[in-house]
């Protein structure tokens, strides 16, 4: 079993930038997938991105992968979700979740965070 922590969330304007971590807690968080989803009120939660157990692979969703970046420390046990040039629409809670596969589907992840709060005003 693996324990995700996300934090960096906040508030800020459009323009802006923010980087999220999800740290994780046990020996075997380096075998996991991580992905990065996102849900704003009332809608479903959504695909952000997704970076491999090495850190060598990753992906954004086409809504987001000309200002979203994604990286991951191995030593620390953490992976990262910087934020560039926020814009209103990325407002939403921020989930990081673990998976043995490597997928943009929800249902893919047997692990999740309790997800962090990012607020862009206009």
């Known amino acids: 079993q693996v324990l995700l922590v996300e934090s960096g969330g906040g508030t800020g304007e459009a323009g802006g930038s923010l980087r999220l971590s999800c740290a994780g807690s046990g020996r075997t968080f380096s075998i996991y997938h991580i992905g990065w989803f996102r849900q704003a009120p009332g809608k479903e939660r959504t695909f952000v991105g997704a970076?491999?157990?090495?850190?060598?692979?990753?992906w954004l969703a086409p809504s987001v992968k000309d200002r979203f970046a994604l990286s991951r420390d191995i030593a620390k046990n953490t992976v990262y979700l910087q934020m560039d040039n926020l814009q209103p629409e990325d407002t939403a809670t921020y989930y990081c979740?673990?998976?043995?596969?490597?997928?943009?589907?929800?249902?893919?992840?047997?692990?999740w965070g309790q997800g962090t709060q990012v607020t862009v005003s206009s």
């Open positions: 970076i491999s157990d090495s850190g060598e692979r990753g």
């Open positions: 979740a673990a998976s043995e596969g490597y997928y943009s589907s929800a249902h893919g992840y047997d692990y």
